[in-house]
Nanobody, 124 residues
Framework: QVQLVESGGGLVQAGGSLRLSCAAS????????MGWFRQAPGKEREFVAA????????NYADSVKGRFTVSRDNAKNTVYLQMTSLKPEDTAVYYC?????????????????WGQGTQVTVSS
């Protein structure tokens, strides 16, 4: 089992930037891919980005491509989501998740452990 703790959320103006962090403990961090999801008020949780166990491969939702960057530091057991050019529609609770696999995945069913979430609010 993996324990995940997100941090770095907050309130930012449109066009601004934030970096989310997710610290993992438990299962060997470098053995699994990681992902970020988000859930806006009244909407279902959606995929944002994912990164493979080595960091060599990543994937993004079309809505964040070119603005968000996912990365990981296996020595620190941490995955990051750098968010730039933020828009009000990026407002959501952001969750990190540990995949059941080492390769990039995008479906919620592929992720077995979830953090508690961190709120990101983008004002216009």
């Amino acid at each position: 089992q993996v324990q995940l703790v997100e941090s770095g959320g907050g309130l930012v103006q449109a066009g601004g930037s934030l970096r989310l962090s997710c610290a993992a403990s438990g299962r060997t961090f470098r053995s699994y891919a990681m992902g970020w999801f988000r859930q806006a008020p009244g909407k279902e949780r959606e995929f944002v980005a994912a990164i493979s166990w080595s960091g060599g491969n990543s994937n993004y939702a079309d809505s964040v491509k070119g603005r968000f960057t996912v990365s990981r530091d296996n020595a620190k057991n941490t995955v990051y989501l750098q968010m730039t050019s933020l828009k009000p529609e990026d407002t959501a609770v952001y969750y990190c998740a540990a995949s059941r696999w080492s390769v990039v995945a995008m479906e919620e069913a592929d992720f077995g452990s979830w953090g508690q979430g961190t709120q990101v609010t983008v004002s216009s």
